[in-house]
DNA sequence: TTTAGTAAGTGTAAATTCAACATTAATAAA
DNA sequence: TTTATTAATGTTGAATTTACACTTACTAAA
């Protein structure tokens, strides 16, 4: 019968959290050396059960929390897996989850207990189960939405310079921007606040520190901008 | 401990379809007055539970063939909905998919044993549980999709006019398009072949027919390009 | 057979957006 | 004071998008 409730069928419902940081030398994600069964030894995103009393966006939450310390993150349910042998244990589904963080804030001491590193995208490990695909899907994911709205503040440190945003996005979207285009995109966007502090480390110059301003973004969302780069 | 495997936190898994159809009314959707408990008599959209030997996109499959007789149909994953009371019966996790289908081709009477029935998106009933969302959720995705790719010739029978191709997307995106702008768009892509034949219900002088190239589009669709309407 | 009515079919010009590109400005270090 | 280094800035041509209205082809009715 379709429709009947049979515990027969029930599964474990697993999260996986791709977890995006960025700096100098780009793009970046954060995976674990498993110490634990299966496959203890070789690298996986991070990921957890769903609890019977939790829903899936507090499991995304719980999980990125236990690994980083962090709070108040960014994230977005990306996709459910359910191939039948995806995990060799036991039946299970897993639902992906993305989240950008700045990866200076992150907690290293927790980091370190967990066996996490981060790693560029270009050179990352070998995963466990699905986990390659996971990670393929989501930087599909992030680079689609970048193209759209202006998320990837969220892996900038506060204040940042207009050379650290143009090369967080060229790092999403892997491919050169043309500075002045590019300034003069975000600038129309009016989403930036520009600060008279500056930056020394990059140059005798100096170049200007911004801040993003969080209310005229959320006024723009509201219309729906396209960011086309 | 975060990562072990206890059958304590299995959940049922449930598949929700979003079933669209055009006709000259507008995009419709496909719902089942519920001969079964819970909330048996209300109205809510096709589902139905995950088997453990089954993939998630196969359960869709699956579910859509039961209700409608259709195959090889465009499906879609879109979400998981996990809020713990979103299902009184047992803790179920669903995962929403969504289909386009030709309204003329479905098998009427499974329609009809499933008291299933097509209603404009506007005049929907009220919906169980969170299937309210899931459609609103279904039709953001579809505007979205359809202002990317050109999905939406599954909703159009075989051969079709230029004016129902055009109407289609005005139903889809809700806005008013412009006849020649569109018509011109479309031309560019070359992927529909006119066809010597005309319709002649809509008007004296008639209006030449066209079909969808399949080939063509495929080839298009791996330089992922953009249908700006 | 002529006429009237209806939707189909078609092109252009203005406005906007996008893409390409190079020079000057500010500063610290030598 | 000179030098070296990166920041900051504007313009022009090309491409795309939008707005807009008349003629054509045909059928049905007179």
Known sequence: MLNSYSSADKVLLAVDCIIFGFDHQ??????????????????SLIGGFLKRDEILDNAAIRILNTYTGLHD??????HAYSEIDRDPVDRTIS???YALINIENHNEELIKNYHAEWFSIADAPNLIFDHN?????????LRYRT???PI???LLPEK????QLLELYEAILSKELDKRNFISKINSLEILNKLDEKDMQSSRKGSYLYTFNKEKYEEKLLNDFVLNL
Chains 1, 2 share one sequence.
Do not use: C, N
């Not at 993150?73 to 990306?78: F, G």
């Open 73 to 78: 993150i960014y994230m977005e349910q990306l």
């Open 26 to 43: 780009g793009l970046k994600i954060l995976l674990i050396k498993r110490d634990f069964e299966p496959e203890r030894g070789k690298w």
């Open 160 to 163: 940042f310079t207009m050379r």
């Open 147 to 149: 193209s759209i709205k």
């Open 95 to 97: 639902v992906s989850y």
């Open 133 to 141: 695909e996971m990670v393929q899907h989501a930087i599909r994911r």
């Open 152 to 154: 990837g503040f969220e």
